[in-house]
T-cell receptor, first 109, second 115 residues
Framework: DQQVKQNSPSLSVQEGRISILNCDYT??????FLWYKKYPAEGPTFLIS?????DKNEDGRFTVFLNKSAKHLSLHIVPSQPGDSAVYFC????????FGKGTKLSVIP | EAQVTQNPRYLITVTGKKLTVTCSQN?????MSWYRQDPGLGLRQIYY???????DKGDVPEGYKVSRKEKRNFPLILESPSPNQTSLYFC??????????????FGPGTRLTVT
């Protein structure tokens, strides 16, 4: 049973445009949500997080939105840059982290 | 430099030959964890540790052992490796707070091949 789902394995976006990565979760006990970014041959790095008591968190070009009623979160990257090309993992948990399968973002110059 | 180190980075071994992948962090983190990444399956947690001498199973613990005798080290032990344990392994650590434990620092990964 997949508790965290990233339904888009890949996404291509033009440089300068908005990238929107989506994630759905099923466990209503999850109270913290995160996005991690992973480059090839490196470990994932923490990008941004949001608590279940909020619906938006912003950090520079990155914004995470949480819709608890829909059990959905999204990551917006504006403007997208070629260096943002990576695999993005959504993760959530109530005691330990559960990761989605990842979405590979390609930002085209 | 704050970091999580793993050794070895690459390992090719044969079925049944015991091996240990070491993990060490220099950030005095309480929480440590092991994940494996497989194509199409994302990151799955193997074991985690909330503190010294406290370990617990993750989602895919079968065939693995861990120990946490010191705060900085969290080795992953495969007593009798099998080909289905061929994978990319990541160690991670984080502070032990209620939410900060989720903001994990990952090591560079260990690519293991079992033939």
């Amino acid at each position: 049973d997949q508790q965290v789902k990233q339904n888009s394995p890949s996404l291509s976006v033009q440089e300068g445009r908005i990238s929107i990565l989506n994630c759905d979760y099923t466990n209503s006990m999850f109270d913290y949500f995160l996005w991690y970014k992973k480059y090839p041959a490196e470990g994932p790095t923490f990008l941004i997080s949001i608590s279940s008591i909020k619906d938006k968190n912003e950090d520079g070009r990155f914004t995470v939105f949480l819709n608890k009623s829909a059990k959905h979160l999204s990551l917006h990257i504006v403007p997208s840059q070629p260096g943002d090309s990576a695999v993005y993992f959504c993760a959530s948990g109530s005691y330990q982290l559960t990761f989605g399968k990842g979405t590979k973002l390609s930002v085209i110059p | 430099e704050a970091q999580v180190t793993q050794n070895p980075r690459y390992l090719i071994t044969v079925t049944g030959k015991k091996l240990t992948v070491t993990c060490s962090q220099n950030m005095n983190h309480e929480y440590m964890s092991w994940y494996r990444q497989d194509p199409g399956l994302g990151l799955r947690q193997i074991y985690y540790s909330m503190n010294v001498e406290v370990t617990d199973k993750g989602d895919v613990p079968e065939g693995y052992k861990v120990s946490r005798k010191e705060k900085r080290n969290f080795p992953l032990i495969l007593e009798s490796p099998s080909p289905n344990q061929t994978s990319l392994y990541f160690c991670a650590s984080s502070p032990g707070g209620r939410t900060s434990r989720y903001e994990q620092y990952f090591g560079p990964g260990t690519r293991l091949t079992v033939t």
